[in-house]
């Protein structure tokens, strides 16, 4: 059974750092597109950064300041995200491409000003 699941989220303050994990089970995420998306309220769900084999792309949003990285021995995808704004509040998700998606539950992240 595939299961997604996200932690460390929390409230920082701007210029801050945070580390979004992505735990997987039920397949290997070197096999797999992995990706991580954020929806703040009112907005639609959008893509912050993507990772398939050693190819990795973000947002021009985020470009410079989060990076994306898989550890495949954890079976673990990492989102490091620093110099935080409050325009990076959001929930951010996991996602696993291919054939059938996946989605993780999502963990809350909040920058105040």
């Known amino acids: 059974q595939v299961q997604l699941v996200e932690s460390g989220g929390g409230l920082v303050q701007a210029g801050d750092s945070l580390r979004l994990s992505c735990a997987a089970s039920g397949f290997f995420v070197g096999n797999y597109a992995m990706s991580w998306y954020r929806q703040a309220p009112g907005k639609e769900r959008e893509l912050v950064a993507f990772?398939?084999?050693?190819?990795?792309n973000y947002a021009d949003s985020v470009k410079g300041r989060f990076t994306i990285s898989r550890d495949n021995g954890k079976n673990t995808v990492y989102l490091q995200m620093n110099s935080l704004k409050p325009e990076d509040t959001a929930v951010y998700y996991c996602?696993?491409?291919?054939?059938?998606?996946?989605w993780g539950q999502g963990t809350q992240v909040t920058v105040s000003s």
């Open positions: 996602r696993r491409g291919g054939r059938v998606e996946y």
């Open positions: 990772i398939l084999d050693d190819s990795t």
